[in-house]
Nanobody
Framework: VQLQAYGGGLVRAGGSLRLSCAASGRTFSSVDMGWFRQAPGKEREFVAAIRRSGGRVYYADSVKARFTMSRDNAKNTMYLQMNNLKPEDTAVYYC?????????????????????WGQGTLVTVSS
């Protein structure tokens, strides 16, 4: 199982980026997917998660109304559209997927519940 995240880069505050994460090695239509980020010197934090069907999406309060997560099960790919970026969004962004049984709602933001991780893509937002 491999996850490949890409789309990061350098952008000015107020700008936009779209991250993608392509999965290979298995079919991911039956698993939950998530995005996390880790800034220098800080712990990895939850950004967003999407259920296997794509019908429910959850966001961290810090990114609500600015970020949109989606998935294309036919392509085994998930996306994170990031608008109105702020310097505090600067971090390495990681994509992750759950195991076959998914994740209960109360644990959806817990990185420990995700089984497979991508290598991360760096997003830098300048002021």
């Amino acid at each position: 199982v491999q996850l490949q995240a890409y789309g990061g880069g350098l952008v000015r505050a107020g700008g936009s980026l779209r991250l993608s994460c392509a999965a290979s090695g298995r079919t991911f239509s039956s698993v939950d997917m998530g995005w996390f980020r880790q800034a220098p010197g800080k712990e990895r934090e939850f950004v967003a998660a999407i259920r296997r069907s794509g019908g429910r999406v959850y966001y961290a309060d810090s990114v609500k109304a600015r970020f949109t997560m989606s998935r294309d099960n036919a392509k085994n790919t998930m996306y994170l559209q990031m608008n109105n970026l702020k310097p505090e969004d600067t971090a390495v962004y990681y994509c992750a997927v759950s195991g076959r049984n998914g994740i209960i709602l109360s644990e959806i933001s817990n990185p420990v519940r995700y089984v497979y991780w991508g290598q991360g893509t760096l997003v830098t937002v300048s002021s």
